[in-house]
C-alpha cells in the first residue's frame, strides 16, 4: 500500500501524472483479492495455465470493480454476515448466508441477539452466529465476509485486541480456526446486501435458520445477486 502511494506521488511530481487516485485504489482491491485466495493456497490461472500478472499501470487496463457480490473461488465457501443494531437500546438482530463459488446458497440464518453497546460489537456477534452454525455444516476452506470495516480490521489484526468487544473477536477467530482454511473480506454495503436483507428478516418476523434456501422475503436479493455473479 506505502509503494502504491509512493508511485503514485511519483508520477504526479515528476512523471506525465496521468495515474489516478481511483487506479491506486483498483489496483489495491484487486491486489487484496488476489492475496486473499493466495492465503489459502489458492491461484486464478488464465486458459492457457499461466498465472495472471497484473500491469504496471493499473489506470490503463484495470476494469471498474463490481458494486455487487462477488463468488469466492472455486473450492471455498463464503459467509456473508450482517447486523440490525438499534443504538439508543443496543438490541440487535443477525443475519448470515453462505453460499459456493456458484453463488448457491448452504444455509441462512437470522436470529435476534443478545444486546450490544456498538455496532461493532453487532456485526462480530452476527460473524459469530453465521460462523457457528456453518462450522456444523462445513469445515473446508471459508471466506468471512463483513461491511464493517472496524470490525474488519480488528480481525485482520494480528495483535490481541484491547477493543470493548475484544472477547467477541476471540470468539469469532477461535470459529474461524475451525476452518481448514480462512480469511477476512470488507466490502461496501453494495455487496452484502443479502446477509443485510437476513438481518432485517429477523428483526421484523423472528429467527429462522435454512439450509440450502433463504426466507421468501429474501429471495428477491438472493436471485439477483445470483443473475449478477453469473452474468
Known amino acids: 500500500m506505502m509503494w502504491q502511494a509512493w508511485n503514485l506521488r511519483n508520477n504526479v511530481v515528476h512523471g506525465d501524472g496521468k495515474d489516478t487516485v481511483t487506479g491506486s485504489v483498483q489496483y489495491l482491491t484487486r491486489l487484496q483479492d488476489e492475496l486473499l485466495v493466495t492465503a489459502c493456497g489458492l491461484r486464478e490461472h488464465s486458459d492457457n495455465g499461466k498465472v495472471s500478472l497484473h500491469p504496471a499501470n493499473p489506470e490503463a487496463t484495470a476494469p471498474i470493480p463490481p458494486s455487487h457480490w462477488i463468488a469466492p473461488p472455486l473450492g471455498m465457501a463464503k459467509v456473508n454476515s450482517d447486523a440490525a443494531f438499534i443504538g439508543e437500546t443496543g438490541d440487535t438482530w443477525g443475519g448470515a448466508v453462505a453460499r459456493d463459488h456458484l453463488g448457491r446458497v448452504f444455509m441462512s440464518i437470522g436470529r435476534r441477539l443478545n444486546r450490544c453497546s456498538s455496532v461493532e460489537e453487532a456485526e462480530g456477534a452476527a460473524a459469530l452466529l453465521g460462523l457457528t452454525e456453518f462450522a456444523k455444516r462445513f469445515r473446508g476452506q471459508v471466506i468471512l465476509e463483513t461491511d464493517c470495516m472496524c470490525f474488519?480490521?480488528?480481525?485482520?489484526?494480528?495483535?490481541?485486541?484491547?477493543?470493548?468487544?475484544?472477547?467477541?473477536?476471540?470468539?469469532?477467530?477461535?470459529?474461524?480456526?475451525?476452518?481448514?482454511?480462512s480469511g477476512i473480506s470488507i466490502v461496501s454495503r453494495s455487496k452484502n446486501k443479502l446477509a443485510h436483507e437476513l438481518a432485517a428478516v429477523a428483526r421484523r418476523s423472528g429467527d429462522f435458520i435454512m439450509v440450502a434456501d433463504v426466507p421468501v422475503d429474501a429471495k428477491h436479493v438472493m436471485r439477483d445477486e445470483s443473475v449478477l455473479t453469473m452474468a
Open 152 to 181: 474488519g480490521r480488528e480481525l485482520q489484526g494480528g495483535m490481541q485486541s484491547r477493543s470493548a468487544y475484544c472477547a467477541t473477536l476471540a470468539d469469532v477467530k477461535e470459529k474461524l480456526s475451525l476452518f481448514s482454511c
